[in-house]
């Protein structure tokens, strides 16, 4: 594990915003978000490759956005119109393994460290 930086999380309402950011410097051919609720594996939630494309989960399209810095050494998740069943523990994460959508927890994958969300009706 490669226990990227992370930050941002924390707590809002619903229908409130919050941003995390993550350095992630090196060569990956995809890098993304997963989000873990207690009693299931991460799963991934917003992807982005290395040749720019980006790839979201049905559950967040149109309200999360993910992006990376003009050096590609840091990923971006922007989340906006957030609602409570976005809370969960929150990764980043990067492959050297071209991966498809959707992204699923595996040994390819190294790992930021894990920043909570929680979101309140």
């Known amino acids: 594990q490669d226990d990227f930086e992370t930050s941002g999380g924390g707590s809002v309402q619903a229908g409130g915003s919050l941003k995390l950011f993550c350095w992630v410097s090196?060569?990956?051919?995809?890098r993304a978000w997963f989000r873990q609720v207690p009693g299931r594996e991460r799963e991934g939630i917003a992807g982005?490759?290395?040749?720019?494309?980006?790839w979201y989960d049905e559950s967040v399209r149109g309200r999360f956005t993910i992006s990376e810095n003009d050096h590609r050494t840091a990923i971006t998740l922007e989340m906006n119109a957030m609602k409570p069943e976005d809370t969960g523990l929150y990764y980043c994460a990067a492959s050297e393994v071209w991966h498809p959508a959707p992204f699923m927890e595996g040994p390819s994958w190294n790992w930021g460290q894990g920043t909570q969300v929680t979101v309140s009706s």
């Open positions: 090196g060569y990956y051919k995809v």
């Open positions: 982005i490759y290395y040749d720019g494309s980006v």
